[in-house]
């Protein structure tokens, strides 16, 4: 395989430091937000984040991942309706009354407003497996890892550029084939909504785990 030469930053132990705290200060600032003004995104600014999301590292460089956006009413409505019927049923029937409790806290529940409100939705699928020249199957590694890492550069990306995101699981969610027309190889992973959060809007008080209980240093 053809090599090229490393291109990378290096800097000062003092500059590190500084870029470090600056990253983490503005990074953990981020939250979840369910409450999105209408106001469109640049278009280059989604582009840009996309062209982040789209640099992360893969198993055998398979690059597993493919993006959605979605800005058009029609599809969003569609979206919102086949999403909240599918949480109806989880809400009604399928979840534990465990992980109702859980979800209290954050009062989340069937209704999902934010599906139109949104001026963009992302849909990120999970391609299971490739497709060659020759039209023969090719075998994709460690694709929900690979996926996994591509959502946190996107998120971290949008947060970056000052855009507020939320990740919203239905399941199943199945639908987003239908609605967006996408091949059965491609498993839908998640849908992440992004926008400007109203002037309005709250998060709830949470807390985060102390660092020591989440980091070990041996």
Known sequence: MEEIALRFNRFTEDDMQKRAKSFRAHMVERRTVRAFDERPIPPSVLDDALQVAASAPSGANRQPW?????EDPNLKRRIRSAA???EREFYSTRAPDEWLEALEPLGTDENKPFLTEAPALIAIFLERFGIDSDGNR???YYMTESVGIATGFLISAL????????THTPSPMRFLNEILDRPTRERPYLLLVVGYPKNDATVPAIERLPIETVVTHL
């Open 66 to 70: 493919r993006f959605v956006v979605i």
């Open 84 to 86: 909240e019927k599918e």
């Open 138 to 140: 090719v075998k994709n």
């Open 159 to 166: 947060h970056h550029a000052g855009l507020a995101t939320l």
